[in-house]
């Protein structure tokens, strides 16, 4: 079966992510964008080949924040998508340390 | 101290006008003894409750007048005892032998604890209960409308787990071959304090300034706003409220009262889904803030904490439902799981919800100073979730199973409207059965429109495995207690819910308001389903134009009063007659088609469900003989698209060669039938195309099949001419399309033989039934399905 249009797909502006206080590598991450509809069907995301874990839903459909039980690689890419729809590749890239990793707002 | 009465008259007069209590008088009646007060004149009592052999006063009323005696099943029927708005009739008074033993209520749980696996008979009631017991009918409607009905809103909280379950965070790695997969994560439980921030993502909500964010919890966040609240016998914990909307039918109207007497009302559980919930503002507040990265770039997270800004409440979304299973004597919970869907809950953490409402219920019905005490029959409970929710219903189900007998439910009825399915791909020890040690009966009730459960699956996208979330198709196909499925053509996800396409319910703005606002389950479907549009019922559809054939919400609400409400009516009420609906013998009342499922019966024996691992025999023993062009076949969408199944069936092409007929021998042992009352199989046909309405339309259907019983040298056969007028409610494949993804659904149906069609003159003896052969008629390139083949006792 085919998929339906994009219309109806949530869209992802940036993410922000966040090393966890006392995790072990692990990492939170907020995501913003629109169309983010609580459903039935979850919204499912990955960052490269690392499920992003539980995921929260913003009732304002605004993003989403979501748990990585390991520090992601550089050039990991965040897709997104309900767990009827294959998940699509967004704009946010991890980009490993420095400025441009963890608290950096990636876009 | 009991007060014992010799006169009917006495006894009746005495209870009406209030010089004894029903509780504690009794009538002595000659070499009967003693007889006790089960149901009152007015009173609410359910009609299952009157038993066989009861006792009836009937008082002519007025100055000076007599009193009757009756016996019910011999000089009076059940019904009879029973105005038409459902209470006890003013004149009557019902009695039961104070030393009688228990009866068929009392021990028919124990006679439902057989499934229809291995060919065990499965009995649904006693026949003489079923026998006299009815219910308001349509024609009913009007004076059960004018029943009173008492709604409140209940909220407690208690100390209970949280369950994350939502979690993916168990992927199966990708190999050179084989893409990524998901898992359902390894669930987390907790009820500390501290769990709360560990077991959620932090999140960060954006200010004013872009390089400051305000950094809380999504557990923190629902303590702060009373879905949780600290345990106040223990800091470290927190409780979960409990909350929810409460129905009972009323003594009057405006009366919060329950009817008078002690009759116990049977109860219901109801569970929405996931939605949008609560809408949180977070506020600043003093705590060390956090700063990530450095230089420009760098980020502060400022503690935060959360307010409501708003929240959509999907528990009062049933009320037209719970206010209908009043008026039928059912008292009902609509169960608020919002913070489930804040916590991204799948399934457990509802059915803990489920399970912890009714322990307070318990609570309620033991409490004297609670209006509700004595009143509950916590053995006659029904479970009714939609969406996630019906996941959940079934979860609970599951979960009662294991608690110990005195903690224990009875459940009899489990009803998913529109439900996922997220445990039917995992380890078959870990998928959600509905057997009958976890539910007498087991519903589905589904809309071929549904847009959020709508099957849609990505053959190419295998990566998600687990996310391949199935419907309420694949519950019915793991069901082996009493069941039934209803697919309703036109119907859709939302629209059971008032709240969730009530646009004033969600937050201004937000997108869930604009799906509300078209009674759409998502944005694809919003522009075809928008009542506001015109109808139309041409493909394609044209632009602005809604799709004719969608339901209206007020038909989906009666649809709901009708399966749901008639399903419960039937295992919590005894309302024997409104098996009509699930078997084919009554349309719905808006006349909207229907796929129907079901196996249902006083008495039922498997005769073979494909199932099994050994093809070569039947679930009976017997022996199996299948020509070259029958098999036995997994059907699941994965393989077969448009195929909403996960079962094995059995599968035929076109026949030939010598051999036409597929065999199955029936054991000694086995071949008495006169017990039964019909053959039922479930089947389908493949269909080459369907691109169309059009095209489905002008395609040959239904299947076309033999069904032979031989006796020795005996045959009788009845084919397509008989067994299609016998099942004239047989539906074609709704053509649905969301977008561009075809969802069509080509699914099993039951049908039904009487075996009256193959007994009388040149008939067999149902007696002595050997074998049943059945002849399929399979065009090349669309075979038929046939699985469950099943006598039954209507």
């Keep these: 079966m085919s998929q339906a249009s994009d219309s109806s797909r949530p869209r992802v502006t940036d993410a922000l992510f966040i090393p966890a206080e006392a995790g072990r590598g692990q990492m939170h991450m907020q995501v913003r964008g629109q169309g983010f509809v609580a459903r039935a069907v979850p919204l499912l995301a990955r960052l490269g080949p690392q499920v992003v874990g539980r995921i929260v839903l913003s009732a304002d459909g605004r993003g989403f924040a979501g748990v990585l039980e390991r520090t992601p690689r550089e050039g990991d890419r965040l897709h997104v998508g309900y767990a009827d729809t294959e998940l699509q590749p967004t704009s946010v890239v991890y980009r490993g340390g420095g400025d441009e990793g963890p608290g950096s707002i990636i876009a | 101290m009991v007060t014992r009465v010799r006169s009917p008259q006495r006894l ?30 007015c009173s609410a009592a359910p009609m299952h409750h009157v038993r066989h052999g009861d006792l009836v006063i009937q008082r002519a009323l007025g100055e000076g007048r007599l009193a009757s005696t009756r016996v019910v099943g011999e000089d009076i029927a059940a019904e009879q005892l029973f105005g038409p708005e459902g209470f006890v009739r003013r004149d009557t008074l019902i009695l039961r032998r104070a030393d009688r033993s228990p009866g068929p209520e009392s021990s028919r749980l124990a006679s439902d604890a057989l499934d229809d696996e291995g060919g065990v008979e499965l009995r649904l009631e006693s026949e003489v ?39 993916v965070s168990t992927p199966i790695p990708a190999t050179a071959t084989t893409p990524p997969r998901h898992a359902i994560g390894t669930a987390t439980r907790f009820r500390s304090i501290a769990g709360l921030d560990t077991n959620f993502p932090t999140e960060a909500t954006s200010t004013a300034n872009p390089r ?98 708003h929240e959509v409440f999907s528990y009062r979304g049933y009320r037209y439902l719970q206010e209908h299973l009043a008026r039928l004597g059912i008292v009902s919970v609509s169960l608020d799981t919002n913070a489930a869907n804040e916590t991204g809950s799948l399934i457990r953490f509802r059915a803990d919800l489920v399970l912890e409402l009714l322990d307070h219920l318990r609570s309620l019905d033991s409490d004297p100073a609670s209006p509700l005490h004595g009143r509950l029959d916590l053995a006659n409970v029904g479970l009714v979730g939609h969406s996630r929710g019906g996941d959940a219903v079934a979860m609970a189900a599951d979960l009662n199973r294991g608690r110990s007998s005195a903690t224990k439910y009875g459940v ?75 697919f309703i053509h036109g119907a859709t996800h939302n629209r059971f819910n008032t709240v969730w396409i009530d646009p004033a319910a969600h937050a201004a703005g937000s997108g869930a308001r604009a799906l509300a606002e078209a009674q759409a389950d998502n944005g694809v479907d919003a522009p075809t389903v928008d009542p506001r549009l015109s109808p139309s019922s041409t493909f394609p ?39 009509r609906r699930f078997i084919g013998d009554q ?88 017990h039964f009352t019909a053959l039922t199989f479930r089947v389908a046909k493949r269909f080459p195309d369907l691109s169309s309405p059009a095209i489905i339309s002008a395609a040959s259907f239904p299947p076309t099949l033999q069904i032979t019983l031989v006796s020795g040298p005996q045959r009788a056969s009845v ?76």
């Excluded at chain 2, 017991?133 to 209970?160: K, N, Q, W, Y």
Aim: glycine share 10%.
């Design chain 2, 12 to 41: 009746f007069d005495g209870i009406v006008h209030g010089h004894l209590a029903a509780g504690s008088a009794s009538l002595e009646h000659g070499e009967d003894g003693r007889w006790e007060v089960v149901a009152t004149p």
């Design chain 2, 129 to 167: 209960e079923m026998a006299f017991a009815t219910h308001p009918e349509a024609g009913d409607a009007a004076e059960a409308a004018a029943t009173p009905v008492h709604c409140f809103e209940l909220s407690i909280h208690r100390s209970m787990d949280v369950t994350v379950d939502g979690a």
């Design chain 2, 212 to 309: 400051e964010f305000l950094a809380t919890t999504r557990g923190r966040m629902l303590l702060d706003t009373g879905h949780f609240r600290v345990d106040p016998g223990d800091a470290t914990r927190f409780q979960v409220r409990i909350r929810g909307l409460l129905c009972h039918p009323a003594r009057a109207p405006g009366s919060d009262q329950l009817p008078s007497g002690t009759q116990r009302l049977p109860v219901v559980v109801l569970v929405h889904g996931n939605h949008t919930a609560v809408t949180f503002a977070i506020s600043p507040t003093a705590g060390p803030r956090r700063t990530l990265g450095s230089g420009p770039t760098a980020v502060t997270l400022i503690p935060g904490r959360a307010t409501i800004l």
């Design chain 2, 412 to 486: 009899r009825a489990v009803v998913a409207i529109a439900p996922t399915d997220f445990t039917g791909m995992l380890a078959p020890s870990s998928r959600l059965r509905m057997r009958s040690d976890r539910t007498a009966s087991f519903l589905c009730v589904y809309g071929s429109h549904d847009g959020d459960v709508s099957g849609r699956f990505d053959p190419a996208d295998l990566s998600q495995g687990w996310g391949f979330v199935g419907t309420g198709f694949r519950h019915y196909d793991r069901a082996s207690t009493q069941r039934a499925m209803v």
């Design chain 2, 541 to 579: 559809l044209p632009a602005g134009r809604r799709d004719g054939r969608v339901l209206s919400a007020a038909a989906h609400q009666t649809l709901a009063r009708e399966l749901v409400g008639g399903w419960l009516a039937l295992w919590l009420l005894g309302a024997f007659t409104e098996q």
């Design chain 2, 587 to 674: 349309s719905n009342s808006l006349g909207v088609p229907v796929g129907l499922q079901w196996k249902l019966g006083r008495a039922i024996r498997g005769v073979d469900n494909f199932d099994d691992s050994a093809p070569g025999t039947n679930v009976l023993g017997g022996a199996t003989t299948s020509p070259p062009f029958v098999a036995e076949r997994l059907i699941e969408i994965s393989d077969l698209p448009h195929v909403p199944h996960n079962d094995r069936v059995l599968e035929a092409g076109p026949a030939s060669g010598p051999v036409r007929a597929y065999r199955t021998e029936i054991p000694a042992g086995k071949r008495d039938w006169t």
């Design chain 2, 719 to 794: 084919d397509q001419s008989v067994i299609g007028p016998l099942n004239p409610r047989t539906v074609r494949p709704y053509h649905r399309l969301m977008g561009s993804s075809d969802l069509t659904k080509v699914h099993l149906q039951t049908w039904q033989v009487p075996l009256s069609r193959f007994t009388g003159s040149g008939g067999v003896p149902l007696s002595s039934i050997e074998a049943v052969e059945i002849t399929f008629g399979a065009a090349a390139g669309e075979p038929i399905h046939l699985d469950t083949l099943t006598l039954v006792r209507i």
